[in-house]
């Protein structure tokens, strides 16, 4: 766990009002697929909180994509970042996706802004002899991305809510059996109704990990403000930190309220 | 993956090998310090992973997170928004109750060598004296921080810091079962804070510690809600640094007490600012979130300023701003 000084490379529109920040670090430093970037936004103290933005592709040790939303002042402020500035980053932090080389296949589901993390599990997937299959969905087509990221390591399909991509309706209209059947396990991050429902419809199918979202503070474990609900082994319920013990947690382990 | 950065180590002493040596010992409540800077309640949890990005034993103090006898879940939530050059936080106080904090937390801080002060909140006077007891009998203690003055737990804690007389009774209730130094942490949420400071003097204290957070809230307005599930939360970080100051101002020049200064504190400046005000030591909250290593840069700071305008010892600023000099 560190900081690290990192220079943009490269940033780039990929939808409607998200970009795609090309990152390269001083030095190498050690990452899973699943963690974050916590980044610091803004001039002076006018922001005091970090931002965190999940890891969405790999390049090496030391180049890292992040994709994100433009939704407020700090994504606003990131956006405008240009090739060449230097960024104050601390990571990656947090506890990614765990990989389990038994798997013959696994199912990916994401939601939105909620699809990039995806991205680079799949490859570590493929990368160890997992086949992957893909479901993400979006609002409508201007907001659809990373699709051929996906599809460069197995079978994506495309839903949009209101069928102006792929076809129309939820994530979870689309995990039809063909899909679902023969999936050793599931990896899912996006908005919490959509993960509500996967914890329904596949908790009971097939082992599964979800990637939580809170609104956080330190980002480093020290001020419990980005707390979710979790089971605990005596059978009762305690809060968790998303940065530190999450964002990815097994699904039978969230509560969600 | 290294644990530390790099640039925080020695780099006063690299730059300046030749300079003057600065002394920045300090003295709170008979307590000594080998720098007046540690980090405020809640905003280091119990020290576990702030260890990974510093080595702790270059601080002056550590105070850990608000601690109650039972063990507390803490709040549903949003927990945590941004404001203007400032955050709000209604965290509930989430803690593993005192007697597991006796056992794991407090032994694993023994190798810093650096005194330990135990935040302490509760919601009834006999919960403060509870968990008081139980602390005196830790050796990992070195004083106690009374949280008189939590915004974020129903009926605990913040009606003891506005109410002069109940302030003074869980003050001497404490010191009662305390072998060790009490500082009493006062709540900026009052009209008349040096009445507050007077009357837990009055009672015992042997320190103070201030400000905690000011009451406040944000609206989402498209949801028409508030964005803190609790609605009220509590502002800290730059932005309540005016009213920090003001209050240590104001107190310290009225009681005879010590006092722990902090709001907003980011730099070494700021640091400066509040010695000058009164304060004997300052600790450091939200700053550790915008960037960890905040508390070392802060001692690097002030000494690096010390150096600048000639200043042998941080002692020698205490006060200094007080009308009477
Ligand atoms: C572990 C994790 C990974 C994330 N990864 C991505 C990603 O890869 N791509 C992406 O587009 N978004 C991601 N997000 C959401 C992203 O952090 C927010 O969209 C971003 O912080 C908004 O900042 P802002 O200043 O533009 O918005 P504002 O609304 O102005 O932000 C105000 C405050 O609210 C916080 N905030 C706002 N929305 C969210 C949110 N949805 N989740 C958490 N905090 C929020 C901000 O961090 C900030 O502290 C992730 C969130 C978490 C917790
Ligand atoms: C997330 C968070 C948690 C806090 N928890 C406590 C606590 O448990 N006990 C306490 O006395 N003060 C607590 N505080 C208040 C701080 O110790 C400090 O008094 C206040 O934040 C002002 O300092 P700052 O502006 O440097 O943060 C907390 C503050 C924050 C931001
Ligand atoms: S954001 Fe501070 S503990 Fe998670």
Redesign the interface.
Known sequence: MRRVRVRVVDQHSVARNVCRLWIEAESPVSWTPGQFFHIRVGEGTEHVLRRPISLCEAADDRRFALVYRVIGAGTRWLADRRPGEPLDVLGPLGKGFPLHSGDRRALLVGGGVGVPPLVQLARELRRQGTAVISVVGFREAADVMLVEELAARGQVRVVTEDGSAGTRGRVTDALTNDVVDGADRFYACGPTPMLRALQERLGRRMPGYVSLEERMGCGIGVCMGCAHLCRTPDGGTAYRRVCTDGPVFPVEEVVFS | ?????PRSKGKGQELHHDAPVVDLSAEVAGIRLKNPVMPAS????YGR??A??YDLSRLGAIVV?GTTLEAM??????????T????L?A?GL?NPGVDRVIAEELPALRPYGVPVIVNVAGSTVEEYVEVARRLAASPDVAALELNISCPNVRCGGMHFGTDPAMAAEVTSAVKAVSRHPVFVKLSPNVTDVVALARAVERAGADGLSMINTLVGMRIDPERRRPVLANGFGGLS??AVKPVALRMVYEVSQAVRLPVIGMGGI?GGEDAVEFLMAGASAVAVG????????ACVDIIEELTDWCRRHGVRAVRELIGAAWRAK
Do not use: L
């Open positions: 993956m290294k644990d530390a950065d809640g905003c280091f949890s992973e702030m990974r990005w997170k879940p803490g709040n549903p939530p949003p927990r945590v928004a941004e203007p050059a400032g955050m936080n965290i989430q970080g730059p980011a939200t700053a550790n979130f915008m960037n960890p290593t």
